[in-house]
């Protein structure tokens, strides 16, 4: 599947752009910034993502296409892109 991704101001941010990168194949989006929160989803390898800021210089804020916060994501898992690639 194949999705359109905006950049999209949030709170006074502005969204960046990347691609998930999980060797296992799926990454966990959980609720908070850390393996003690609920995972409340989970993205494919290969996936194109909308994130900002850090949590403990190791967690990122991910977002919806609209805007809205998703969870929070390890940064290790993500590959940060100037644009997204199609």
Known sequence: ??????????????????????????????????????????????????YSGNYDDKWKAVYTQQGKLRGYISGSKLEPLESPRF
């Open 1 to 50: 599947m194949m999705a359109l991704l905006l950049t999209v101001p949030t709170m006074g941010q502005r969204l960046k752009y990347a691609l998930v990168k999980d060797e296992g194949g799926v990454t966990n989006v959980r609720k908070g910034p850390g393996t003690q929160y609920a995972i409340v989803e989970k993205v494919k390898d290969g996936s194109f993502i909308l």
